[in-house]
């Protein structure tokens, strides 16, 4: 099947290229507000821009049907005070990623809304999530429109890692327990293995095609 996304809608171009695009990692990124409002919503179009430095890169997109026309609080909130913080999701947090996706006006605090805690940054305005078992500050580097929307680079200023986490200089996966998106759905990273693996097949359902 060869499908030409100028002969689809926008929202069928979204959809072949969420499902099409996985799993993705999860962005839950906390801000702030030029009055002290703090936000938190997740971003799932995002991943690494450089390792020298450490840049990291969401996708912000505009409102969703109800909030048509307008710019999310995410956008807004990075512009105005030039920082934020990407916390990491897992799947005991799963439900409260969810809640946060929900649509709230802009003088309400989604920290408490959610029943999150809220705790300061050592070095950015943003706020960041004390459940969160990885939080990432970063310093925006650049903001660049595409389209509808808008690619939002930071910098990475500092980590903090639960300790139980940071092994030898890295992060163990299986203690993480990260969470991926599937489309409109999400599914926990629970198998991990090396490569080459002659034991593969076990994790598959089916043989690969490799004829395709």
Known sequence: MIINPNDLDPQSVYKLLSGAVVPRPIAWVSTVSQDGIANIAPYSFFTIASRNPPTLVISVGVGTAERAGTVKDTLTNIREQKDFVVNIVTASL????????????????????????????????????????????????DII????????????????????????????????????????????????????????????????DRSK
């Open 94 to 141: 799963a439900n409260e990623m969810q809640y946060s996706s929900e649509n709230l006006p802009s003088d309400v605090d989604e920290f408490a809304h959610i029943g999150l805690t809220a705790i300061d940054s050592e070095v950015v305005k943003a706020p960041r999530l004390l459940e969160a078992p990885i939080s990432m500050e970063l310093t925006l580097h």
């Open 145 to 208: 429109p595409i389209g509808e929307d808008h690619l939002i680079l930071g910098r990475v200023v500092r980590y903090h890692v639960k300790d139980e986490l940071y092994e030898n200089g890295k992060i163990n996966l299986e203690k993480l327990a990260p969470l991926g998106r599937l489309a409109g759905n999400y599914s926990p990273v629970e198998t991990i293995f090396s490569l080459p693996n002659e034991q593969l097949k076990q994790y598959l359902k089916s043989p690969v």
